[in-house]
């Protein structure tokens, strides 16, 4: 599409999208969101910029494979699985570093992490693909 | 270039054959440093866990039946894998021609060293399997393949009879263990379903060992490759139906029913069996029949109780198999060098091949019964056994003569059809088979003759301990050299008499059978084809009718399953359902219904693309602020940004597509259906989700996730912590699947663009 | 409220079967959308809808201070939702395949009723390039 206006919209706009996904995702686990929600945000922005720019450009600015993307995140849900292994605990058991009462890190945020770029990295898959042909 | 790589197959293939005929030749030895000991009475045990909730364990036990069929496989199986490196040749398949060969003997040995009815099963479907395997060596011929499952067909149909009968035989009371027999014999003989087992086993037992009317596979099994028809179909696998009739001997053996259904159907298996051995041309065919015959009078004296006619038996099946083997081999050692297995077509052979006529000639003369060799030996004991009190003498007697005078005629036949007589073809161009083809026969023909001279050893060592083994018993089991001038003596003689008549009128009996066998009405062969080809018709009748190619005949039919089988269980209880109306209805809720209704029937009735699009838009946008609207605010966010991107990814598909304008409408009469299906399927969803809502509900898994949604995975949002810990390892699952999907779609849309 | 969502499940299903069996596979795409809609809606009003407050436990309190909707629910829905759509998409994409080998998307045609082909081979797809889509479409708009 060759619109000056909605071209500079379009960079403003994708820029506030995924930030607002990365909001999503870290307030997942008090508020309404997380890694769902955050990488269907991110791929909504996404397919704005395709539609405006094409897929050339969004692959140059993304740099990484769709897929290396969605491989990355299967493989750090996985690894969000290993810590309990370690200690006996069943795979995905839970578990935290920090404060007992108000812990800062845990595996199921780096699960939620690995959840967003897996579905990010399908939905970009699809949507590159499907302009491109 | 050719040339050189079939020199080196061929090298390869010789190597591969040598290197692993050490496998039964160790297993060989190994087996005969058991020896000494079981003939001392010992037996040895193995016993591990498999499946303890089954009864089923790796129980092995070896004493003195178990023994003898050992040395028989591994001996056996030693020379024929010698055998296969050379006859093979350079076969492209060598590597999977010895798997087979030595799955199957692997498999053979634990059937006669397992000590667990169920673990014997296990290995007795394994020799199935390699038997119909080997037997479809040669796939690429259609009557190899045809012949294959024909075999599988009859030997795993009775296979699942046997396993009938083992579990009908634990439910008598019976154990599985098959060294506690001896104890339960009586219990499980008087059980009111002792007739039931006795059918099975005999049906799984009958159609292993070729007996009539299941006979017919054994002779077709005759595609397989020579020395696969020299270790299973002579010596080893169709014995295994004979070995489960010794072992269930003591446990079902001794009622009228097994004898008479024993002694009746072996005796006439082996005459019939012997006749049509007289009928065809070729040496492998005639050896079938022959082996049919030996299965016959094998079953036949398993019928009798008393020490001889056992005794016969087991000396029958070593005798038998010694000669068969020797026989087989070296008819495939004829057939390789002579280029011919047909009778006709050869003569005056032992010139040419020397070694091979030795070895056939003692075979030959073991098979007719002359006295000095081992045959001779195992008939007296025969005759013996079938004069018994219970064993029907007239009917037994009878059989045993006609079949081994017909025997003695085809041995005869067999013996100087091919190496006597005048020469079919130049000299030279026929010559002795390899060191490894001329060796197994060799050897197996003079254990022959060794045997027949020492029968007293023979009896003390091998045969008593077997015989012991299925039938303890005070009488004495001994096998002599002569016997003196009685009664089975002259019937020897009157044996011989009628064999030689019959070699000398065999031109006229081969035609006699052929036409005999020509002229049935029906053959159990032609009923097992008839089944065969109606089960094929019948299956490709309902494929053709079921499988039609129609979407919208299997939708239809899956939709009306669907209707039918929930709906008719549900119709008695839908009273009670209807009438329980909310008192008060949010008007923003109504409001959200109509409107998601207005665009499902938007998207029902669209003629254009773009409307259909946005009314699926309207769709998930209502359902989405309904999500909200009850107190679920993630769900309608997912949602509503899943419809958007639906939206995006169907308009970018759309664009290539033709407009659903272009589709053709249905005629009125498919309209009707689907919408009456449709309807009865909307109906149904409704009412269930109406019961469901009457019944009680179980929050105790929300409760659970509610209180520990905080306090031990320190999360606030009860949702999203079920979805990342609480219920972490399937969000896993689902995103593998999403990201599956997607890799599938880009596959499926770039792959004719990268040709 | 149940059963008038209820009634809307069922409608959503109606049309969604009708859809599936016109043997346009177009519609057929959009009466599984529909159904993917349906049964989300039958598992949430399954898990009862009497309480409308969200699953959400309030900053400073450590346990639920008030009753609130059912969760468990929610988090099937959440994944079926995105399951749904990647279904979907696959489905659309294996459409345009479709259409790009047969040149047709009516099920009761010809090109899907075809035997099997004695050699196994795969007929030659009617779209490689853009401007076979422009080509097929004129066609088909003529």
Redesign the interface.
């Known amino acids: 599409m060759h619109s000056v206006i909605l071209k500079t919209a379009t960079r403003l706009m994708v820029g506030l999208i995924l930030v607002f996904a990365v909001y999503l995702l870290l307030r997942?686990?008090?508020?309404?969101?997380?890694?769902?929600?955050a990488a269907?945000?991110a791929?909504?922005g996404f397919?704005l910029f395709v539609?405006t720019e094409g897929p050339g450009q969004v692959r140059a600015a993304i740099r990484l494979r769709s897929?290396t993307i969605?491989?990355l995140?299967?493989g750090l849900?996985?690894v969000?699985?290993l810590p309990a292994l370690s200690i006996g605990q069943p795979?995905?058991t839970?578990f935290?570093w920090g404060p007992a009462n108000a812990?800062w890190l845990?595996t199921?945020?780096i699960?939620?992490v690995?959840?967003f770029f897996?579905?990010l990295?399908?939905?970009l898959?699809?949507?590159l693909?499907?302009?491109e042909? | 270039m050719v040339h050189t790589d079939h020199d080196l197959l061929t090298r390869r293939c010789r190597l591969m054959g040598r290197l692993s005929s050490l496998l039964p030749a160790l297993l060989f030895i190994l087996t005969c440093r058991f020896w000494p000991a079981i003939v001392d009475g010992q037996t040895y045990l193995f016993d591990a866990p498999w499946l303890p909730s089954l009864d089923l364990s790796l129980r092995f036990r070896l004493d003195g039946l178990s023994l003898l069929f050992a040395l028989i496989i591994t001996g056996a199986g030693t020379f024929v894998s010698l055998y296969s490196s050379s006859y093979l040749g350079g076969h492209r398949h060598c590597g999977r021609y010895f798997f087979f060969l030595h799955a199957f003997m692997l498999s053979m040995l634990g059937l006669v060293l397992a000590d667990n009815l169920l673990l014997l099963f296990v290995f007795w479907e394994g020799t199935t399997i390699f038997s119909f395997l080997l037997i479809g060596f040669d796939h690429e011929s259609k009557t190899a393949r045809e012949n294959a499952r024909q075999s599988l067909l009859v030997t795993g149909g009775g296979g699942l009879a046997l396993l009938l009968g083992i579990l009908l035989l634990k439910i008598a009371g019976g154990s599985y263990i098959i060294s506690s027999w001896p104890a339960a014999g009586e219990m499980v003989r008087q059980h009111h379903l002792y007739p039931f087992i006795l059918l099975a086993v005999l049906l799984g037992a009958m159609t292993k060992s070729a007996q009539f009317p299941f006979h017919f596979w054994l002779p077709n099994a005759m595609s397989a490759p020579t020395p696969i028809s020299a270790f299973l179909h002579a010596a080893t696998m169709v014995k295994a139906g004979i070995y489960l009739l010794m072992r269930c001997h003591p446990l079902l053996g001794g009622t009228p029913a097994w004898t008479t259904a024993l002694v009746l159907i072996g005796g006439f298996t082996a005459v019939w069996g012997a006749v049509q051995a007289l009928g065809p041309r070729d040496l492998k065919r005639i050896l079938a029949y022959t082996t049919i015959m030996a299965l016959g009078i094998l079953t036949m004296f398993l019928g009798g109780q008393t020490a001889p006619a056992l005794t016969a038996a087991v000396t029958f099946l070593m005798v038998h198999a010694l000669y068969k083997a020797a026989l087989f081999l070296a008819v495939g050692s004829i057939d390789h060098s002579a280029g011919s297995r047909i009778i006709d077509s050869l003569g005056g052979l032992w010139r040419a091949m020397p070694l091979t006529a030795v070895a056939v000639g003692a075979a030959c003369l073991s098979m007719a019964g002359f006295p000095l060799f081992f045959g001779f030996i195992g008939k007296e004991i025969m005759y013996e056994g079938a004069l018994a009190k219970e064993m029907y003498p007239v009917f037994a007697v009878t059989a045993a003569v006609l079949a081994n005078a017909l025997m003695t005629a085809v041995a005869a036949i067999v013996l100087f059809g091919p190496f006597f007589g005048s020469a079919r073809a130049p000299r030279q161009q026929i010559h002795e088979s390899p060191w490894t083809m001329w060796l197994g026969p060799l050897v197996l023909g003079g254990v022959g003759i060794l045997f027949g001279l020492i029968p007293e050893w023979v009896s003390r060592v091998l045969i008593e301990p077997a015989v012991r083994s299925f039938h303890p018993g005070p009488e004495e089991i001994r096998l002599v050299f002569f016997h003196g001038l009685n009664l089975p003596l002259l019937l020897s003689l009157v044996t011989l008499c009628c064999g030689a008549t019959l070699y000398l009128l065999r031109h006229r009996a081969c035609r006699l059978v052929a036409t005999v066998v020509e002229k049935l009405p029906a053959t159990f062969e032609g009923l097992y084809n008839l089944g065969l080809s109606g089960f094929m018709n019948g299956a490709g009748l309902l494929t053709g009718r079921l499988q039609n190619g129609s979407l919208h005949f299997y939708l239809a039919v899956i939709v009306s399953t669907v209707i039918l089988g929930v709906g008719w269980p549900w119709i008695g209880k839908l009273s009670g359902i209807f009438g329980r109306w909310p008192e008060s209805i949010d008007t923003t809720a109504l409001a959200l219904l109509l409107f998601v209704s207005g665009s499902v029937f938007v998207v029902v009735t669209a003629r254009k693309r773009l409307a259909a699009i946005g009314g699926l838009g309207g769709v998930g946008a209502g359902v989405a602020l309904i999500f909200l609207l009850f107190g679920a605010p993630d769900i309608a966010m997912t949602q509503l940004l899943v419809e958007t991107l639906t939206v995006i990814f169907v308009s970018l598909v759309m664009l290539r597509l033709p407009a659903i304008e272009q589709a053709r409408r249905r005629t009125v009469r498919r309209r009707c259906l689907d919408g009456g299906l449709a309807l009865a399927g909307g109906l149904l969803l409704t009412s269930l989700l109406i019961g469901v809502g009457s019944e009680p509900l179980d929050r105790s898994l929300t409760s659970y996730f509610e209180a520990n949604s905080y306090l031990a995975a320190h999360g606030r949002n009860i949702v999203n912590v079920i979805l990342v810990d609480f219920r972490s390892f399937d969000t896993l699952g689902e995103i593998i699947v999403v990201v599956l999907a997607a890799w599938a779609a880009v596959t499926l849309i770039r792959k004719p663009m990268e040709p | 409220m149940e059963p008038l969502l209820a009634c809307l499940v069922g409608l959503l299903f109606a049309a969604a079967l009708y859809l599936m069996l016109s043997g346009v596979l177009i519609k057929f795409v959009f009466g599984l959308a529909l159904i993917g809609n349906g049964i989300n809606l039958l598992i949430f009003a399954a898990g009862r809808l009497e309480l409308q407050q969200p699953p959400l436990i309030h900053p400073g309190s450590e346990i639920l201070s008030h009753p609130v909707a059912n969760a468990l629910p929610q988090a099937m829905i959440l994944t079926a939702i995105v399951i749904g759509f990647a279904m979907v998409t696959f489905l659309l994409v294996l459409l345009y395949r479709t259409y790009a080998y047969t040149g047709t998307l009516d099920a009761d045609e010809a090109p899907f009723q075809e035997e099997w082909r004695e050699d196994d081979s795969c007929p030659e797809p009617l779209i490689r390039t853009q401007q076979d889509i422009k080509r097929l479409r004129r066609e088909s708009e003529l």
Not at chain 1, 28 to 37: A, K, L, V
Request: glycine share 22%; hydrophobic share 55%.
């Open positions: 997942g686990h008090h508020e309404p969101g997380g890694g769902f929600s269907l945000v791929g909504t397919a539609i897929t969605s491989l995140g299967l849900a996985v969000a699985g795979f995905l839970g935290w812990p845990g199921p945020l699960f939620d690995g959840v897996a579905v990295g399908a939905i898959a699809v949507l693909a499907l302009e042909f």
